[in-house]
């Protein structure tokens, strides 16, 4: 496992912005993250690789509104999750979680490493 630490979060009005961080203290091909609101499944957001040039990858829901990028700070391995035009659906616990490599990034089941979850709200 990886051990993961995020930063981030808030709350904010609906058409505001927040970004969060997610560092990993050892090396991993894959960084993502998902989110969970009251009552409902764990939902994968976005996912990146951790290396080479491979595009990233987002649920349909954010899309063109949420941006994941990646870089190194100090050694670590850091994943980024910049979200824009937040709606009030979008307020869930997000996670940042690490695994192999990003194939089948949107099944939770398939991480190992995760991060311990941040509020985000957004209010209408």
């Known amino acids: 496992q990886v051990p993961l630490v995020e930063s981030g979060g808030g709350s904010v009005q609906a058409g505001g912005s927040l970004r969060l961080s997610c560092a990993a203290s050892?090396?991993?091909?894959?960084m993502g993250w998902f989110r969970q609101a009251p009552g409902k499944e764990r939902e994968g957001v976005a996912a990146?690789?951790?290396?080479?040039?491979?595009?990233?990858?987002?649920a349909d829901s954010v899309k063109g509104r949420f941006t994941i990028s990646r870089s190194r700070d100090n050694g670590k391995k850091m994943a980024f999750l910049q979200m824009n035009s937040l709606k009030p659906e979008d307020t869930a616990v997000y996670y940042c979680?690490?695994?192999?490599?990003?194939?089948?990034?949107?099944?939770?089941?398939?991480?190992?490493?995760w991060g311990q979850g941040t509020q985000v709200t957004v209010s209408s």
């Open positions: 979680a690490a695994k192999t490599s990003c194939a089948e990034w949107f099944d939770s089941a398939q991480f190992a490493s």
């Open positions: 050892r090396y991993t091909k894959c």
């Open positions: 990146t690789p951790m290396w080479g040039t491979a595009s990233p990858y987002y």
